[in-house]
């Protein structure tokens, strides 16, 4: 009987496993979901007057946090990273930046990301794809 249920037990936690590794997709849009994270691949660059970075072998960690509100942009390669840049849903899949006094584009979906950002002569740059 034990040997039973050790058997059905393993079963069981290799069925969960199984289900949510599949529930995970590539393909989730960060406009459509409260939390989100993905990394995209591409070219990113970085410049602020004296530090110039830029790779067409880089990658963003994007993090959509705090109700679905505010996102955190990682860069590899020594880039700075942009934190809790808040938006706005307005419409299908269109995020209005809230409150910035940057020069700022961003576009984000489930395949790709487009960053232009320009604050305090500071510029943050990326075209990646998922």
Do not use: H
């Amino acid at each position: 009987m034990k040997n039973l249920m050790k058997i059905f037990g393993v079963l069981v936690l290799v069925m969960f496993t199984a289900i949510s590794l599949s529930s995970c997709k590539d393909d989730d849009d960060p406009a459509d979901n409260d939390f989100f994270a993905g990394t995209y691949k591409g070219s990113v660059s970085f410049n602020d007057g004296s530090t110039n970075i830029s790779t067409n072998d880089g990658s963003v960690f994007v993090t959509k946090i705090a109700s679905g509100t505010k996102y955190n942009f990682t860069f590899s390669n020594g880039i700075p990273d942009l934190n809790g840049l808040e938006f706005q849903k307005t419409g299908d899949n269109t995020l209005v930046m809230v409150g910035s006094n940057a020069l700022v584009y961003i576009r984000i979906d489930n395949n790709d990301l487009n960053i232009v950002y320009n604050k305090d002569g500071k510029t943050w740059t990326a075209d990646c794809t998922r």
